[in-house]
Structure formats: C-alpha cells, structure tokens
C-alpha cells in the first residue's frame, strides 16, 4: 500500500532586515529591498509499503550540509526514519534568501530552528494525515525556455517528468517535476527576494492543474534561460513561467508506476589535489584584462564571478572535498541523489542506464558540491576554470554512479 501527505508553507522572513544570496554582486552584503513574491517550502510524507520517505524541497540556492544532517538526524531519532530516505532539496534561487545559512554573515539562528521545526512538525502531521494513493507519471521533452548556457543552439537536458500520487477519488495528493535547469533569469543587480523560475513555474502550474509540484533540479549544471531568454527581469519571468507551465500542464502523466521499497546503494569518492598557483595567478590575469573591454552583460558576469574562487584558489594548497550519491530503488521508480550540480550529459547518461521504469536526479541534495563536468566542457566555464579539481575526478565519480544506477 503506497500511502501520501503534501503540506506548503511560505517561509519567506516575515521580519526586517533579511539579506539574499546567490550572486557575488555587492547588493547581497545589503538588506533586501523588499519581497516580489514570496518562497515555499514543501513538504511530503511517503510511506512505501511501510517505509517512510519524507521530501523537504526549498525555493533555496542550495542545501547547507549541516541542516539536512540536522533535519535528518532529528526525524531519524523522533520517528526513525533512515537518514537517506529524507531528501532535502533546493531549487537553485540565486535570488533567494541565505539568513538561514550558518556560513553566511548574516545568519539567523531563529529563523534557522523555525525551518528545522517546521519540518519535524509536517512530518509529525503526515503520519496523522496519510492517504492511500497510486502513482502514475509521464514526461515531454520541452524546449524554447532553456537550453546548454556553454554551447549555442544546443539543448541539454530538456526532458522534464512528472510524478504523481492520486487518491481514489483520481485527485492528486503529491507531485514531484523533475526537471534539469538553472532557476536564473533575474539580473544579480535584483534586490528584491523571489521564488525565480521554479518557483513561479509552480505558482502557475498549480493555477492551471490544481496542484503545487516539488520542483527538484536534476542534472543542471550546464543548463539555464541564458541563451534562449529575451531579458534580465521580471517581465522575462512571466514570461518563460507561464509558458514552461503551459508545457508541463499538457504532459499525459498516465503511466502506472508499481512501487515498494527495494535498496539503497551509495557510492563516495575523496578527492584530493595540490593547486598550481602559478595556472590560477594567470587566469586571474587573464580575467581582469578581459573585464577592462568586455561589454556583453553574460560574460561580464562569468567574469566577475570566477574572479573570487581564483582568488580563494590562490589561497589554498590544496583541494580537498568528498562527494557521495545515493541510489534509491523503490520499484519502478528510481531516485539517484546527488548535492552536486551535474552536467546534463551525465543526467542523460544516467537516466538512460536506469533500468527502472521511471528514474529521476535529485540534484541540489542533501549538500552542496559544486559543478561537475565532463572533460569537453573544461575551460569553457567559470566553474571548470576556478574550481581547482581536475575533470578526471569527475568522471571518477560519475563512473562510481553508474555502478549503483
């Protein structure tokens, strides 16, 4: 028996000052100048057959690690739930809020444990409130909205799917969109606190469907409005929202999924690399001279954001990181769990080994562990550029992945 409970709160700060995060622009070190629409969190309480799956997906730039250990640590000791079967999840809003991020300097230790709370209290209210469901889902591939942010004219991961829960009575209980791009579309010089492109997609798809999916970002790290977007504000917002949830509303979502609980596998990889000063001083070089002429407003921004990841590559001996993934089977439905931000190559790869009927990225996971591309797209990003890892470890750990998919 497949069981389910959706719950929706806004948590946009309901006090003054808040401060946003997700660009390097010198706004983000001043308050927010107001609210254009407000963030959710949304939460699902799944029960397999008797195994408890509880999602946590957040109109956030990313998730910090030590708050999915919290949460999770927290559910697992009150209701004992497995720690990897809580997903917590942003939708990439790089014009979100950051005062509950410990690492950043305005960090809001109240509004923090209200998130933290509010969770274990839906947790607590869906087991009260389940209801016996079936899931079905259905996908499209949907262009015009998005596509590569590194090559023209190309697609990358375009396929969006959807998953849902419906009760007897055919009405839908909870929803997963599964989709693989960047929530940009707002100049970083915006001052105002917005749900961005997923979040706005949402609002309007639960206009035109009755309901309100979890938006969670698969493997989107080289995909974003960049080259298919006719401007920086809130006019090409309406724009490509309404339109992505025009598409997403005409997917036939007809296919019945068969769940049950099978296994979770999880793989882990360590890097560790010395950093060649004398390559990242140079690329700095490079990046300051190119700013002194560079007038097209994309690459300045490439520009200005690579320059302090050089510089805290400057600062290091080396670079150290860990990444892991999650496979989790449930049946037909497969979910691969990931903090990173994959290239879409590898989300098509992966999706394409899948034996599951249905397999979905939770990217944005349960961490954060930056962009993760394929050797052919290094040195075209500022991401490959500043990140220090050389993309041998990359494929290292996609070639992990491929071993539990």
Not at 8 to 26: I, Q
Not at 145 to 160: F, G, H, I, K
Request: glycine share 6%.
């Amino acid at each position: 028996m497949i069981r389910a409970y959706t719950e929706r709160k806004c948590v946009t700060p309901d006090y003054t000052p808040f401060y946003l995060t997700g660009y390097k622009s010198p706004l983000r070190k001043l308050p927010a100048e107001g609210v254009h629409d407000d963030i959710y969190v949304q939460m699902s309480l799944l029960d397999i057959n008797g195994t408890l799956m509880f999602l946590y997906s957040t109109d956030w730039i990313s998730i910090e690690e030590g708050f999915y250990q919290e949460l999770s640590s927290r559910l697992n000791e009150e209701f004992g739930i497995d720690r990897k079967l809580v997903l917590v999840s942003a939708t990439h809003n790089h014009q979100s809020v950051g005062d509950q991020m410990k690492q950043n300097e305005h960090f809001n230790q109240k509004y923090y444990d209200w998130l933290i709370e509010m969770g274990i209290e839906s947790f607590r209210k869906g087991l009260d409130n389940l209801k016996e469901v079936k899931a079905f889902y259905g996908k499209k591939v949907i262009t015009g909205y998005y596509a590569s942010r590194v090559l023209e004219n190309t697609l990358a991961d375009n396929e969006v799917i959807l998953v849902e829960f419906r009760d007897e009575n055919d009405e839908v209980v909870s929803a997963i969109c599964n989709w693989a791009v960047h929530s940009t579309a707002i100049t970083p010089e915006n001052a105002l606190l917005t749900s961005e492109f997923a979040g706005n997609t949402a609002r309007k798809y639960q206009r035109l469907k009755g309901y309100c999916p979890h938006m969670i970002v698969g493997a989107a790290g080289d995909c974003s409005t960049r080259n298919t977007r006719q401007g920086n504000d809130f006019a090409e917002l309406e724009r490509i929202s309404r339109g992505m949830a025009e598409e997403m509303a005409a997917i036939s979502v007809n296919k019945q999924l068969e769940l049950d609980f099978n296994d979770i596998r999880t793989i882990t990889h360590h890097v560790d690399v010395t950093v060649d000063h004398d390559d990242v001083r140079k690329k700095i070089a490079d990046a300051e001279e190119e700013l002194k002429t560079a007038t097209n407003f994309d690459r300045i921004k490439v520009l200005k954001s690579m320059m302090p990841a050089l510089n805290k590559l400057l600062s290091l001996d080396r670079v150290v990181v860990d990444w892991f993934a999650d496979s989790i089977r449930l049946g037909d439905l497969q979910i691969i769990v990931t903090p990173a931000e994959l290239a879409s190559k590898f989300g098509l790869q992966i999706k394409q080994a899948s034996k599951a009927e249905c397999c979905l990225i939770f990217g944005y996971t349960n961490g954060k562990a930056g962009y993760l591309f394929p050797e052919e797209l290094y040195g075209m990003t500022f991401e490959t550029i500043s990140s220090g890892v050389p993309a041998s470890e990359v494929q290292q750990y996609i070639d992990k992945i491929m071993t539990i998919v």
